[in-house]
């Protein structure tokens, strides 16, 4: 009777593999419904929001919520077509490669237009292929690497040209200008870089370490677990004659905190940190530098933002605030030259075309998407133009001055 | 590649010198003392129920929010609205408190009607605990991190304030007012626990439900209180820790008790689980031995050293510095 | 009765226990008392379900099952993002549950750095199936290759671990997962001229499967293939759990010593149960790295560890079919609840539809009509106090989606306040501790404004996080089903012998 079972289980689990593999194509591209169709515009349009709201990341997905809730409220007020969201969890970092299963779920949710996000460079490295199978580009407000819009030696292209869009400069850029204001302007020889083991910390502590040395200087590394508070031991790792220590974190907090106690230990290198830790409301410490959007702070939407979170900028979530202005510009005028009906290509095409002002855009620079390469490291998909991190010097008071 | 690993760590043993050397060891002092702390309350709790809590790690993250709490309450640290021992007096006092009948309420809602499950029940309803904590700290601080600024508690105008005195100072190298402090409190509440467990009644109590429990009910003792009381002390024991964690370290946020627990728990094993002098030994061991890794092997390879010591530690010896063997019945 | 003291009565029988049919464990040092539900059988349509269940051979089950998933693409899962997000997920996760099943289930062993073999297996698929160091081997070589890497530490540590009891095994275990995780994202060694295992960015672009020529790209391809290799895997569990070994395993779990002495190999057992579950694990870690195209360290966390050993707690230890179903249950429900799922309404129906159920279990029925009456009218009873003391702007709000009548019960302000969401959500879990703590008549009454509680602070503040409200619900289900039944929904009763 076993051997019965057996035999015949056997078989079925054999039926099935063959049937895969010889049925439903074999060399076509991952196949997705709802790629094509033709979507009423109506009254309201809906826009994919992937962020990390829970897991280790989830502090980094909620300024960009955050943001993206505001922008969708100024555009629903001085526009006739609304922008609706469904929002994907992609929990960077997190429990389970969430990131693909939000990219599935949203292919194949055919009211989304258009995608805001992810968050993570690796993310988009495995959803690359789905977005690309479901006409989809998504802009993202926090992907910073290099790859993903720029081939360059060594490192192919990972994305499609015209199927990704980033609000936000890349690694490349900023950790070249870190870089030059640390060599040029600030004159420093000895730098120690201490990267917190992230993706985004490993591209820039790379970029500028081999910008840094090219230029003549001498660069030690370390590294610490975003998950370990105890920096004491780093700081005493730190070697003497280091003049600047460059921090290129994601969490405002903890530069604070590493700030605390490197003066606490009597050490008085420079600190200085990157666009992930340009929060003025809590990375306070005077005589650093950071490097972080050149936003106007006298904007008044910046202020209204501002006074409806305790205070709080949350600059993180600034380019997620850009991103869903691209994608609703986008899809308005989509919808205009399709009179009422559009599709996600031309969507994804009209996306391209975007031109943001510097006051639409809060970056402090206007957006406009480049369709080829450009400069050391942007590509199709980078923003062109005066898109660039500036360089803030933090007062005794707090204040941030820009300086580079 | 090995002996370039081991040049350089050679040559870093070198350039920071002595006074280097003194500063890994006062890190891995003043952290030793939380990690003891926090796995004084693992191994507690194993010894009376057999049970690995993994929710503790969770208590001590919702200790440090409390001291955050009546820190803000009373105006921050940079303008206390109370002179500064009160306060800080007040945040331990709080917070021990708070973490304490946390701890009890856990014990009878998830661990009690799991008395004689088999074990693997209460291991799992601990998970569940340790998930909602975090899941529902995450949702009332919308994920945010909040700093302490304990370094800046009673300064001028954001300058750093009496917290940071050195109390005394070895070659060059300063022992600030707080690490002491950190020192001296996990000390002294150590010593009040062994003070309870080995020279009181009640102590004697809980020894007892912890060598056989059934025989301890015979003879009169009321197991069901003598475990809440054991939740209780161990949970303010991670409260107290908490309070100094925010003090000395100073990042809160929801996700805080994941790594330090996981590490204190460590202790907790190296020291021999069950015994309470093996888990301040074995905190102590673990704070040296990560604040010298990080010192001299670097960051990267740091962690891999602590937990490649400890596999090899208990393969070597399972039962853990102190620990004793169990005995098997048949 | 008789009270002369020469001639005692019959016994009395023992007292039938307070709390509601078979609730919670048993009290007893046997497994003969903790059987008894066993014996006994359980009441009522339930008890005639699990009854048909048992009475179904196990081959018909297993055919059932893998008939009825051959056939949902066609009418269950017929969007590709359904098909994705609920078969193959769901598929892996029965896959990953039955490796773990072997080690801890069959054997006892208690394993927390499963996720560390799933992990070699995709690592080990990435870089011998990529571009990364260019070599394109075919997957009917690269995952035995897989499995067998996975198999090695396997072997090193049940051999070294063999002196570890219990608790000590599982805590070697956890140091070697969170080894690998640091290993793999931070020291990353530097050879044949890239870090071996690409750092945090992970190893990209992994091939797809391809046997013998024929490249699995879509997701029903890879569907059906999945079908057919959990089916296999499945099949050859059972047979290895019908076996003696399954058999030694068995009394290895249950009585070490006592097997020791009956001449079973008890550390031999234990690493050929390691070594089987580490390379189930390397299968299946294969194929997650060909499904999801790269392999990142932060895949292979601690939380995906928990997520598989609440999929076979959840079905019952030791239980084959039991693997199945919690699978299906967690990642199902988990998937729905999540946000890119995107059917607000129904996700109220199941919160509101768990309470029903949950207040129908209490016996006898008239608890459950007078706590649902109470619950309906300290909820309008609240909402009239409000509305008429704090005025309108405190109960206009509206439901995020759907069931706009509900805003008469429930108590939603126009504008939400943060404090007062986080006041409410404190309050709801002081009134769990509560309710909890009391019993009888008394816990009844707590339990009305408890749920009405649960029902505001749902529409109020869990609507607006799913992603979090998915995780507490999770951390809160752990707690609930270990109270109420430990052994799983599959599983048999045991009771440890200390």
Same mark, same amino acid.
């Given at each position: ?13 054999l039926?099935?593999?063959v049937?895969?593999t ?16 033709s ?8 826009i994919?929001?992937a ?21 969708k409220?100024t ?13 994907g ?22 009211k989304?237009?258009?995608?805001t ?7 988009m ?5 789905v ?12 992907e910073?690497r ?15 040209p ?37 993706a985004?910390?490993?591209g820039?502590?790379?970029q ?21 508070p ?31 106690q490197?003066?606490?230990n ?52 600034l ?15 989509a ?25 639409l ?11 080829g ?24 008071n ?7 | ?10 040559d ?18 003043v952290l ?17 129920l ?20 009546v820190?803000?309450?009373f105006?921050?640290a ?11 007096i007040?945040m331990?006092a ?23 499950a088999p074990r693997?029940?209460?291991?799992i ?6 998930f ?30 009496p917290l ?11 022992v ?6 950190v ?7 150590m ?8 020279r ?15 025989? &301890? +009910?015979?003879? *009169?003792?009321?197991?069901d209180?003598?475990?809440? @009381?054991?939740?209780? $002390?161990?949970s303010? #024991? /991670? ?20 790594l ?6 460590? &202790? +907790?094993?190296? *020291? ?7 888990? @301040?030994?074995?905190? $102590?061991?673990?704070g #040296? /031995? ?41 | ?31 003969w ?12 349509p ?5 009854r ?15 008939a009825?998933?051959?056939?949902l ?52 698929y990435a ?17 035995p ?33 969170e ?17 071996i295992?690409?750092g945090?960015?992970?190893i ?12 699995l ?9 999945l ?14 759990n019908?076996?003696?070994?399954g ?32 390379a189930?694990a ?5 194929i997650y ?10 895949n ?22 039991g ?18 799922t ?27 009509v ?12 609240v ?7 704090a ?9 995020v ?11 939603i302000?126009k504008?939400s ?33 408890t749920?009405?509680l ?10 607006e ?34």
């Amino acid at each position: 009777m076993l051997k019965k079972v057996g035999v015949v289980a056997v078989l079925a689990a054999l039926c099935s593999v063959v049937v895969a593999t010889t049925a439903w194509g074999s060399a076509k591209p991952r196949t997705l419904a709802a790629a094509t169709g033709s979507v009423k515009c109506g009254k309201k349009v809906t826009i994919g929001v992937a962020y990390p709201e829970t897991g280790p990341a989830a502090t980094l997905g909620a300024p960009q919520w955050d943001w993206a809730n505001f922008a969708k409220s100024t555009w629903n007020k001085s526009h006739k077509l609304k922008i609706a969201f469904v929002r994907g969890d992609t929990q960077l970092a997190g429990n389970n490669p969430q990131a693909v299963q939000v990219a599935h779920a949203f292919a194949s949710n055919g009211k989304i237009l258009a995608v805001t996000g992810p968050a993570g460079s690796q993310e988009m490295e495995d959803t690359a292929s789905v977005w690309k199978g479901a006409s989809i580009a998504p802009v993202s407000g926090s992907e910073t690497r290099v790859a993903l819009t720029r081939a360059l030696p060594g490192t192919p292209r990972e994305t499609t040209p015209g199927y990704f869009f980033r609000t936000v400069p890349n690694d490349g850029q900023q950790g070249d200008n870190v870089a030059t204001f640390i060599h040029n302007v600030l004159k420093k020889k000895n730098v120690r870089i201490i990267d917190d083991e992230e993706a985004y910390s490993q591209g820039l502590s790379l970029q500028v370490k081999q910008d840094l040395q090219a230029a003549g200087a001498t660069v030690t590394t370390d590294h610490i677990s975003q998950q370990n508070p105890d920096y004491n031991s780093v700081i005493t790792a730190i070697p003497h004659n280091t003049q600047l220590v460059y921090i290129p974190w994601q969490v405002p907090a903890m530069a604070q905190q590493f700030y605390s106690q490197l003066r606490a230990n009597g050490d008085k290198q420079i600190v200085m940190g990157s666009d992930g830790t340009d929060d003025p409301s809590t990375f306070k410490g005077a005589g650093s530098y950071v490097s972080g959007f050149p936003v106007d702070t006298s904007a008044s939407a910046l202020k209204s933002f501002q006074k409806a979170h305790n205070g709080d900028p949350e600059t993180f979530g600034l380019p997620t605030y850009t991103s869903v202005m691209v994608n609703a510009n986008a899809i308005n005028n989509a919808c205009k030259a399709g009179h009422g009906k559009t599709t996600r290509n031309a969507v994804r095409k009209a996306v391209a075309k975007v031109k943001l002002s510097k006051s639409l855009s809060l970056l402090g620079f206007p957006v406009q998407f480049l369709k080829g390469n450009a400069g050391k490291f942007q590509g199709p998909g980078d923003m062109g133009g005066a898109a660039a991190f500036g360089i803030y010097q933090i007062q005794k008071n707090g204040a941030y001055t820009r300086v580079g | 590649m090995h002996h370039l690993v081991l040049f350089n760590i050679i040559d870093q043993i070198r350039s920071l010198g002595w006074p280097g050397a003194f500063s890994l060891l006062r890190n891995g002092l003043v952290l030793g003392s939380l990690y003891a702390l926090i796995a004084l309350g693992y191994t507690m709790v194993y010894g009376i129920l057999k049970l690995l809590n993994f929710a503790h790690g969770d208590i001590y993250m919702v200790g440090a929010f409390i001291g955050y709490g009546v820190l803000v309450a009373f105006g921050g640290a940079l303008s206390p609205t109370i002179p500064i021992v009160p306060l800080i007096i007040l945040m331990f006092a709080v917070s021990m408190a708070g973490s304490g009948f946390l701890g009890v309420a856990i014990e009878r809602v998830a661990y009690r009607p799991l008395r004689t499950a088999p074990r693997i029940a209460p291991l799992i309803s601990a998970l569940g605990v340790a998930f909602f904590l975090e899941s529902s700290v995450q949702l009332l601080t919308n994920s945010a991190h909040y700093l302490y600024n304990g370094y800046q508690l009673g300064g001028k105008n954001g300058n750093f304030g009496p917290l940071l005195n050195p109390v005394f100072t070895v070659d060059g190298i300063p022992v600030t007012v707080v690490q002491t402090l950190v020192i001296l409190t996990a000390v002294a509440l150590m010593g009040v626990l062994v003070y309870l467990v080995y020279r009181t009644k009640f102590g004697k109590a809980m020894r007892a439900v912890a060598f056989d429990r059934e025989a &301890a +009910a015979m003879m *009169g003792i009321d197991t069901d209180r003598i475990i809440s @009381m054991t939740f209780f $002390i161990g949970s303010v #024991l /991670a409260g107290a820790a908490g309070v100094m964690y925010g003090l000395y370290l100073g990042d809160t946020y929801f996700f805080l008790g994941f790594l330090f627990g996981l590490k204190a728990f460590t &202790a +907790a094993v190296v *020291g021999g689980i069950g015994s309470i002098p093996g888990a @301040m030994l074995g905190g $102590i061991l673990i704070g #040296l /031995a990560e604040s010298f890794s990080t010192g001299y092997v670097g960051g990267q390879w740091s962690e891999l050293v602590v937990f490649g010591l400890l596999i090899g530690f208990l393969i070597v010896r399972p039962t853990g510095l102190l620990g004793s063997h169990a005995i098997q019945k048949v | 009765m008789s009270d002369t003291p020469d001639t005692p009565g019959p016994p009395e029988p023992p007292p039938e226990p307070q709390s509601s049919a078979e609730s919670g464990p048993k009290i007893g040092v046997d497994s003969w008392v903790a059987s008894h539900g066993g014996r006994s059988g359980r009441s009522g349509p339930i008890g005639s379900i699990s009854r048909a269940w048992e009475s179904i051979p196990d081959v018909a089950r297993f055919l059932a099952f893998v008939a009825i998933a051959l056939s949902l693409p066609f009418w269950l899962l017929k969007s590709e993002g359904d098909l994705f997000n609920f078969g193959l997920f769901t598929l892996l996760f029965i896959g990953m549950g039955l490796g773990l099943n072997v080690d801890v289930g069959f054997a006892g062993l208690l394993d927390l750095g499963y996720v560390a073999a799933f992990g070699i297996g995709g690592y080990a698929y990435a870089l011998l199936s990529s571009g990364y160091y260019g070599i394109h081997w075919p997957a009917e070589v690269v995952i035995p290759i897989a499995m067998l890497a996975a198999v090695i530490p396997a072997a090193v540590l049940g051999f070294s671990a063999r002196r570890l009891l219990g608790d000590y095994l599982a805590i070697v275990t956890l140091f070697f997962a969170e080894a690998f995780l640091v290993f793999t994202n931070v020291s990353n060694p530097t050879i044949f001229g890239k870090g071996i295992t690409g750092g945090a960015n992970g190893i990209p672009q992994a091939d797809p499967l391809t046997f013998f020529g024929y490249q699995l790209t879509s997701s029903k391809q890879l569907y059906f293939f999945l079908v057919g290799a959990v089916a296999l895997v499945a099949a050859a569990l059972y047979f290895a759990n019908q076996s003696r070994t399954g058999r030694a395993w068995r009394a290895s779990r249950e009585d070490p010593l006592a097997a020791e002495v009956m001449s079973i190999p008890v550390n031999r057992l234990k690493i050929l149960a390691f070594i089987f579950s580490w390379a189930v694990a390397g299968l299946f870690g294969a194929i997650y790295v060909a499904i999801l195209t790269s392999a990142v360290s932060t895949n292979y966390s601690i939380g995906l560890l928990i997520t598989i050993y609440a999929v076979i707690i959840l079905g019952g230890l030791g239980s084959i079919a039991g693997v199945f179903v919690g699978a299906i249950i967690i990642n199902c429900v988990f998937v729905f609840l999540e946000p890119q799922t995107d059917h607000p309404e129904a996700k109220r129906w199941i919160f509101y539809g768990v309470i029903i159920l949950l207040v129908a279990t209490l016996k006898p029925w008239y608890k459950a009509v007078v706590l649902c009456v109470g619950t309906i009218a300290s909820g309008f009873i609240v909402h009239a106090i409000v509305s008429a003391t704090a005025g309108s702007a405190w109960t206009s709000g509206k439901t995020v989606a759907g069931a706009g009548w509900l805003s008469h019960w429930v108590v939603i302000p126009k504008v939400s306040h943060g404090n007062v969401n986080n006041l409410l959500y404190i309050g709801l879990v002081v009134a769990v501790v509560l309710v909890a703590m009391l019993k009888g008549w008394w816990r009844i009454i707590a339990l009305g404004p408890t749920i009405y509680l649960a029902a505001v602070v749902w529409e109020n503040v869990l609507t607006e996080n799913p992603g979090v409200t998915a995780f507490i619900l999770f951390g809160a289900m752990l707690v609930g089903l270990m109270i109420k039944r430990p052994q799983g929904l599959l599983g048999t009763a045991r009771v440890e012998i200390v």
